[in-house]
């Protein structure tokens, strides 16, 4: 007779689950128990690092992935990357160990106490199964619900002794829609007022790259004549950066934002919040006279924005629809955004000369993973994303998601069979937060470069005391770390890189390598402006 263990591995064979991210346990051991041959167990060090790489390879393989946690500690170890899943948007479907059920009520140790609240509210779905037989069910509702908009991580906590109970009859495979068109009077009535428009402009978010929405987002663009800005703190560039329309990523502050929008009667929101604000700078969200439009397929987005009239659709989908209800226009195109001066020959470099060299030297079809909040303005103003599925970080803000991201984007290249080059930027601070991703990296033999601007600070929180006026916070230097030593005992190739002119050298030998490679660069410790 089938086990619960049987028909479950069966359905995720059938949902294309077969790569699972974790460490293991005791609690998952019985699920785990002769590993099929045909599944691929990805072992990370560290809870946190399965989630960050379980993200990375679900956005770039554009598919749900599995993550297998530790009952209630290691969800608690995952729990940061959870949130940054939630934020992201990213289809996780996250199963935990439980104790046994028969001992549940005397709470042994490792139960997870009322566990389908530990992940909440950062799941859209929380589940542990009344029965064992219906896990496999459960799993369905949970794929389901990971990739429905706007899709999300979801969560099932399992207790160790149902894998090995006879199992019921297998769930159905079923197939749920991922996209949603909008309504189309509501449709008209946005393209009215954008037609209507004498100055409009394109906010575009990660949204826009999630639905393969670039050729639509240019299209409309050009239609409109207008200028395309990135949301604030964009996770994923919805616009190619070199087209002469794109005029840089908005501030993430009110009043900032705003005057960037002056002069504009009508702003057109797709695919990001309205908007992702971080320092509190107050003014008008915006300017006198100006009307938002918001397009997003989350109603909850919708509903928290401070202001505008919201449509619910697909972003790509949308942009297409807009474009083709819309009549051309005579306003001429706008002025292509300034480029940046050449940055100062110093020693160290600031982080806009390393930046600059990185963007000398950048791969044809390369893929930025990058997690460096206090250089985050020098590397957009240097590096411009000019190809979809291009740019990756965290939505959330929190720290320790990008190392092992750049993992499962780098793993995900080599299974997809695309094998498009992977390099990685991550904050010495940020660096050491998910560090053992680095051994995953090594044991998969992936060709993944990991640039380290080495500042040995927060600086972030440098510039953030400084906006604020809380001067003697302790705990923001880092002196004393050895990036180099720590890269190569987790067993990667190292190099410190002394000089902007030695990095393409080093960053071509490390793309070229049969394994990562992590390059540490000094560079100024002058505290960059936090606006």
């Not at 090995?164 to 949603?180: D, E, H, I, L, N």
């Not at 209507?196 to 987002?217: C, F, T, Y």
């Not at 002469?244 to 002069?263: D, M, N, S, T, W």
């Not at 969200?285 to 100006?290: D, F, K, Q, S, V």
Request: hydrophobic share 40%.
């Amino acid at each position: 007779m089938a086990t619960v263990r049987d028909t479950t591995y069966g359905l995720l064979r059938a949902l294309g689950l077969t790569t699972v991210f974790g460490n293991p346990g005791s609690t998952e051991e019985p699920f785990l128990t002769d590993f099929p041959d045909d599944f691929h167990y990805v072992l990370a060090l560290h809870e946190a690092s399965a989630v960050g790489m379980a993200d990375g390879y679900a956005q770039a393989t554009g598919r749900p992935a599995h993550v297998n946690l530790h009952t209630a500690p290691g969800t608690g170890n995952g729990m940061g990357n959870l949130v940054t899943a939630w934020h992201n948007r990213t289809p996780l479907i996250v199963t935990a160990g439980q104790q046994n059920r028969e001992m549940l009520l005397a709470e042994p140790r490792l139960t997870s106490r009322r566990a389908t609240e530990l992940p909440q509210p950062y799941v859209k779905w929380s589940h542990e199964p009344v029965r064992a037989q219906d896990i496999p069910a459960a799993l369905m509702r949970a794929y389901a619900t990971a990739v429905q908009p706007p899709s999300g991580p979801v969560y099932l906590s399992l207790p160790l002794d149902d894998w090995s109970q006879p199992a019921g009859p297998p769930p159905p495979v079923r197939t749920v829609a991922t996209r949603y068109a909008p309504d189309p009077q509501r449709l008209r009535e946005f393209a009215a007022v954008l037609a209507d428009s004498r100055a409009p402009g394109l906010v575009l978010g990660a949204a826009v790259d999630r639905a393969g929405g670039w050729p639509a987002a240019v299209a409309l663009a050009e239609r409109l004549a207008a200028p395309v800005w990135s949301a604030p703190a964009p996770e994923r560039a919805g616009f190619p950066e070199d087209h002469p329309h794109y005029q840089g990523v908005l501030p993430f502050a009110i009043g900032p934002l705003a005057e960037k929008l002056r002069g504009r009667d009508t702003v057109l929101v797709v695919g990001a919040p309205v908007f992702r604000y971080y320092p509190h700078v107050p003014g008008d969200h915006l300017p006198e006279g100006t009307r938002l439009l918001h397009v997003t397929d989350d109603p909850d987005e919708a509903a928290r924005a401070p202001v505008g009239d919201s449509l619910l659709g697909d972003a790509g989908l949308t942009l297409a629809a807009l474009r083709d209800l819309l009549p051309a226009t005579d306003r001429p195109a706008p002025p292509p955004r300034a480029e940046p001066a050449p940055p100062p020959d110093e020693q160290p470099p600031s982080a806009d000369a390393l930046f600059a060299a990185l963007a000398r030297h950048w791969p044809a079809d390369g893929v930025l993973v990058q997690e460096s909040p206090s250089n985050l303005p020098a590397l957009r103003r240097r590096l411009r994303i000019t190809r979809p599925a291009s740019y990756f970080t965290m939505a959330s803000g929190g720290l320790g998601y990008g190392l092992p991201a750049a993992v499962g984007v780098a793993l995900a290249e080599r299974d997809t069979g695309r094998h498009r080059p992977v390099v990685a930027v991550i904050g010495d601070g940020s660096f050491h937060y998910s560090v053992q991703a680095l051994w995953t990296a090594a044991r998969l033999r992936l060709p993944l470069v990991v640039v380290v601007p080495v500042n040995q600070q927060y600086a972030i929180l440098k510039a953030f005391a400084e906006f604020k006026h809380t001067p003697g916070v302790p705990g923001l230097d880092l002196p004393g770390v050895d990036v180099t030593a720590l890269a190569r005992g987790y067993g990667c190739a190292a190099r410190v890189v002394g000089t902007p002119d030695e990095l393409g050298e080093a960053l071509a030998a490390g793309l070229r390598s049969d394994g990562p490679t992590v390059l540490p660069v000094p560079i100024s410790t002058d505290v960059p402006a936090i606006i």
